[in-house]
């Protein structure tokens, strides 16, 4: 349940973080020797680099704690707060969820909403929010860049960027699956099987995911026991790589998503006027819908992309083609309960269904980089992006609206790297982009024109890095990003006029260490940060009035840090933990917005009753987020090891809308995992028990304030079974 967080918790909370340094600092000199932390590799610049020499803020997330995350059948949303600054949740089920890195996001719940975040899968930009929730399976590792990122990635990173790569077929034979059942029948199988076709020439990889559970919360009204909260999820991918020669190479992949569920459920008047705590009207395993067809939600896509590189005699040359199609739709209780014993005063009923037919989705980007060991090295490019899809709501108690929404970008680009001294490393990139959007009237309840909205912009980012030792860096960037204007239509099912948001800007400086300490036992990485916005985009959910609508605020600012570690204790025990603080406000002072329904507001009201939000923070951006692990093994055997793994995160105080109020927020929500288990040290396998959210909370994610005091809240404890099994 939520956990009212007092200022001395927040306190306590980072006086943790501040102990846990100290505790590196005193400790780590008597450890063995021969534990060492390993090279961690990403791409976060388009190149494979040792995570300690790049000048960005970046997280990356592999192996067991990966692993541990998705063991109960959880979807993306699961990387929320197990990341220093990345927060995530969605009023879509399983689909479209919404992504915040350093409290930038986009609160909207349309499926044409813009984000920020951008979403990239094996180098190809997931950019519509349905898109953004691909099943994660025969994963490598995941990336979270924090901070503008367009100048190597063009859509709408003005937050940041997390970049998944899948594993890739090489020409040795190996294979990895993972099973666990659990709870609720949770069920996973996630695997993957490569191996070489034509010596040399040609390899492949066959990758598949299966979630499924059992539907098992109970609808009170219709005395229907274990009516929702189930789903079948099944995902393919098959990737083909060819190397005739040395300096050619082709990636061909192709894949297929299936969802068949159960949406968001929602819960009526589960707050109390006057108070953020779970009340008497929540049961985790029983809702009172009277609508909304027990939530049902079902949606199916695929796609394809090539990846081709030619080896030139001091450059590589790349090019990355991509296609991605879906279509799908989900239906919603939207008010969580019925007028007849509500639980609570529901004044209306609201069931209303959404969807995307023919998603579309064209993206090419041409590469050229170079490839020599001199001082200089650089990149230049070009990057097209065209998107089309029709959404249709049906609100219920009027005919359906179908509008048509489309985006055409284009971008050129450079960066390029310069070694001026041997500690020295300086790095300059801009970016040119063109982005348009239009909506178009397929069938409305009133008449209105095409709307269209374009930019052109310039982005560009600066960097320094100097290396104060072999195992000490330290960096400093400024950055300059945009989003583009944005057209929200969702308004046109409910009578209202669409609504368009101009281009925000955002102006982002950082400086920052890259550390490995205590013979490379310990991996310390921290960042401080600020940014201002112009004209941030933000959008007006809900209300009394039940909008969605775009807007404007004049200024947006946020102040804060990040803190990255990891302790190799010794052979037997490693230690993680991240600390993140954001403290954002919207600099406004004329902007109003409107309020909730039954809520107890507490900004000032203007004379036509909406409030003032000038000062307040920006929505769904956590103050803080904390996370630990612990991984515990004991040797047995030849070859064996008992093994212990935990994980915890905390995410401090988050506000749910423009607006503030005594109900709509959270603080102090924490979840917790268990893994207990045998493995062969070499990898080979491993057999476990495992919990997620093992104490069982129930943390508020988010609301709904237009009827009543509604609310959604995070996955059930499942308790399960897991075997995983390696060959390489």
Not at 58 to 72: D, H
Not at 202 to 222: H, K, Y
Not at 445 to 466: C, G, H, R, T
Not at 558 to 570: H, I, K, P, S
Request: aromatic share 10%; proline share 4%.
């Amino acid at each position: 349940m939520n956990k009212p967080t007092s200022a001395k918790s927040r306190l306590t909370l980072s006086c943790g973080v501040a102990a846990l340094a100290s505790a590196l600092a005193l400790t780590a000199p008597a450890l063995a020797q021969e534990a060492t932390v390993g090279e961690v590799v990403v791409t976060a610049q388009k190149r494979s680099e040792n995570l300690q020499d790049v000048p960005l803020s970046v997280a990356s997330v592999s192996g067991e704690r990966l692993q541990s995350l998705f063991a109960a059948g959880d979807d993306i949303l699961t990387l929320s707060s197990r990341v220093p600054a990345l927060y995530a949740e969605s009023s879509n089920g399983r689909v479209a969820p919404r992504f915040y890195i350093r409290g930038l996001g986009n609160a909207d719940f349309d499926l044409a909403a813009s984000q920020p975040v951008s979403v990239i899968m094996d180098d190809v930009v997931m950019e519509n929010v349905v898109l953004k929730s691909t099943p994660l399976f025969d994963l490598d590792r995941v990336e979270v860049l924090r901070g503008p990122q367009g100048t190597l990635f063009g859509r709408n990173t003005t937050a940041g960027i997390i970049k998944f790569d899948t594993i890739r077929p090489s020409q040795s034979l190996s294979a990895r699956g993972t099973a666990t059942y659990g709870s609720y029948g949770t069920l996973t199988l996630d695997g993957g099987l490569g191996a070489p076709i034509i010596d040399g020439v040609l390899a492949a990889r066959v990758s598949a995911l299966v979630q499924r559970r059992e539907d098992w919360i109970d609808n009170a009204f219709t005395n229907k026991n274990n009516a929702l909260g189930g789903y079948e999820e099944t995902a393919v991918r098959l990737q083909l790589l060819f190397t005739p020669t040395e300096d050619f190479s082709a990636l061909l992949a192709v894949h297929n998503r299936s969802l068949d569920g159960t949406s968001a459920v929602f819960r009526a008047n589960i707050l109390t006027k006057g108070g953020n705590s779970l009340n008497g009207n929540y049961k985790r395993d029983k809702v009172f819908f009277d609508g909304g067809g027990n939530n049902p939600q079902a949606y199916d896509g695929s796609g394809a992309s090539l990846r081709i590189e030619y080896k030139l005699p001091a450059a590589t040359l790349t090019s990355i083609s991509a296609y991605e199609t879906t279509n799908g739709v989900s239906r919603g209780d939207i008010d969580g309960g019925n007028m007849t014993n509500g639980p609570g005063f529901i004044p209306f009923p609201s069931d209303t269904a959404d969807g995307i037919k023919d998603l579309d989705q064209v993206t090419q980007e041409i590469r050229l980089a170079s490839d020599t060991d001199g001082p200089l090295s650089w990149q230049v490019g070009a990057y097209y992006f065209d998107s089309r899809m029709v959404l249709r709501t049906d609100p219920g108690f009027v005919a359906p609206t179908e509008l048509r929404h489309e985006n055409t970008s284009w971008a050129v680009f450079g960066q390029a790297s310069y070694q001026i001294a041997e500690a020295w490393k300086l790095t300059a990139g801009l970016r040119w982009t063109s982005d348009e959007k239009t909506l178009t009237n397929i069938v409305a309840p009133i008449p209105f024109a095409k709307v269209n909205v374009s930019d052109e912009q310039v982005s560009w980012d600066l960097s320094a890095f100097y290396d104060v030792s072999d195992t000490v860096g330290l960096y400093g960037r400024v950055a300059r990003g945009f989003r583009g204007p944005t057209i929200q239509g969702r308004d046109v099912a409910f009578f209202g006029a669409p609504s368009v948001a101009q281009s925000e800007t955002i102006l982002s400086w950082e400086a920052g260490f890259k550390s490995e300490l205590f013979d490379r036992r310990v991996r310390l990485n921290g960042a401080v940060f600020t940014y201002t916005v112009n004209d941030p985009q933000f959008t007006a959910v809900g209300g009394s009035g039940n909008i969605v609508r775009l807007l404007n605020a004049k200024e947006g600012r946020a102040l804060g840090f990040e803190l990255d570690g990891e302790w190799v204790v010794n052979e037997n025990l490693v230690l993680t933990a991240g600390y993140s603080y954001a403290d954002t406000e919207i600099k406004d002072s004329t902007l109003a917005v409107g309020v909730c329904a039954q809520c107890t507001v507490t900004d000032p009201l203007n004379s036509q009753n909406r409030a003032l939000i000038n000062g307040n923070p920006f929505p769904n951006a956590p103050e803080s987020i904390f996370d630990v692990s612990a991984r515990f093994s004991l040797p047995i055997g030849n070859g064996g090891e008992l093994f212990a793994y935990t994980d915890w995160n905390v995410q401090g105080r988050t506000n749910l809308f423009l607006y503030e109020s005594r109900e709509f927020y959270t603080d102090g929500n924490y979840e917790g995992g268990l893994k207990i288990g045998y493995a062969r040290e070499d990898g080979a396998w491993e057999a476990a028990l495992f919990a997620r959210n093992i104490t069982d909370e129930s943390n508020v994610k988010g609301g709904i304030d237009f009827n009543n005091n509604t609310a959604f809240v995070n996955e059930p404890r499942v308790i399960g079974v897991s075997l995983t099994a390696r060959l390489r």
